[in-house]
């Protein structure tokens, strides 16, 4: 496979319906209860309230505009200020950081004090302890990739991986083009030896709903996949079926489908059939696509029609915050995160249902394997499938003639 295909395969994109993440990010900020006044997890806030990055302190340059990030950045311990009071020194001179930075999973003292001899509080629920949790299970999700391996370095679930990755942080795929330029390649390589072995129709639905999803976070245009349109593919099943799959329909709301009033009432339909236990998944997925239905312009569903089906979510979770099981809870969460603006703490208890999942993660810093830490990694960064975007993709769809070189070149791979 030469460079230029490398480069060609991931450099397609679609044009969909961008969401707003600001119901979510309210919602978890609520839950945590943590925060620095207007200023995120991830900044320091100025003395004049104006809010800058926390690498920004002790750089030499007066970010905030009153130099209030340049103060104490060497001192003696029992100089540091009440807004400034760890210290990160032992006898001599260093920088004083705000107390709330201790422990908190972000490296901010140059020797690392701050990190130091810490225990993990799952009581008080943080966005610092949040945040080293999605730390960790961003890392064990990089280990996946096997260097030694030719093709194929991430593995048969390169798909879940890339939505895991991009939901638990955009910038994977928006700024660093090296991971997504190399996982884009490798879906593109998946799909296109299956397809030298079989037919589209012998992919499932819901694969082609995961191929759908993972193309559109690596930038890889699901209309026009070689001579193939699988999102056209894709609506051409639904349609013909009774029954919907929630997963199918969320795909394609995520690849900016029009979704129809008939959609929704199979959506609807779906959801109050799936009362069996362990069904809950089933109804999850359907909120988070009729979620999606509702922020697409057409109108053809509100969010205030969500709230019955929420509300017989929320009758699901157990007395220690859980929801059936790790991926079940995981899922719900989404699909409040994706429907709702404020925390309901009389019907559902959202942050003890953190804590759990918070709990649930191994030594290793998984959640047991590749699917719960699929679902549970977009709840670490209050967003959901519905989040699913190529907002971020900014480069042209490719020519049809390069791709069928490189349809030849992947083929002949596996021949």
């Known amino acids: 496979m030469s460079v230029s295909c490398h480069l060609l395969l991931a450099l397609a994109f679609a044009t969909v319906y961008i969401f707003s993440n600001v119901d979510a990010e309210n919602l978890c900020q609520s839950i945590s209860k943590g925060g620095d006044g207007p200023c995120s997890f991830d900044q320091y806030r100025c003395l004049n309230n104006k809010c800058v990055h926390r690498t920004d302190m002790c750089n030499g340059r007066n970010d905030c505009g009153d130099n209030s990030d340049e103060n104490y950045c060497s001192a003696y311990s029992n100089s540091c200020p009440t807004h400034r009071s760890f210290f990160c020194g032992t006898n001599t001179y260093d920088r004083c950081i705000p107390m709330s930075w201790k422990c908190d999973g972000w490296k901010d003292c140059p020797s690392g004090k701050d ?137 394609l709301c995520n690849a900016g489908e029009r979704i129809t009033e008939r959609d929704v009432e199979k959506l609807t339909s779906v959801f109050w059939k799936a009362h069996r236990e362990f069904w809950t998944d089933t109804q999850a997925l359907a909120v988070l696509a009729l979620a999606c239905a509702a922020k697409q312009p057409q109108e053809v569903f509100y969010l205030d029609e969500i709230k019955e089906l929420t509300m017989e979510l929320k009758k699901r979770q157990y007395r220690n915050g859980t929801v059936e099981n790790l991926k079940t809870t995981a899922l719900v969460l989404q699909a409040l995160f994706a429907s709702e603006s404020e925390t309901d703490e009389e019907n559902f208890d959202e942050a003890k249902a953190l804590k759990q999942i918070l709990r649930s993660q191994k030594e290793n810093d998984f959640f047991g394997n590749l699917a719960n830490t699929y679902y549970v990694l977009p709840v670490l960064q209050c967003r959901s499938l519905v989040n699913i975007s190529s907002s971020h993709c900014k480069a042209p769809v490719i020519d049809g003639n390069s791709m069928i070189v490189c349809l030849f070149s992947a083929a002949s791979l596996y021949t």
């Open 115 to 251: 990190e130091a001899e810490c225990h993990e509080d799952y009581e008080n629920l943080t966005p610092g302890l949040i945040h080293k949790a999605r730390f960790r299970a961003q890392n064990w999700t990089h280990q996946l990739r096997n260097e030694n391996q030719p093709t194929r370095k991430w593995g048969p679930d390169v798909g879940r991986i890339a939505v895991a990755l991009y939901l638990s942080n955009d910038s994977y795929f928006g700024g660093n083009r090296s991971i997504r330029d190399e996982i884009s390649y490798e879906l593109s390589l998946d799909l296109l030896s299956r397809l030298a072995l079989k037919k589209i129709e012998d992919i499932s639905s819901t694969e082609l709903a995961n191929y759908i999803n993972a193309f559109l976070v690596t930038c890889i245009d699901p209309r026009k996949f070689h001579v193939l349109d699988l999102v056209s593919e894709l609506r051409k099943r639904v349609d013909a079926q009774n029954y919907t799959n929630p997963s199918a329909m969320l795909a």
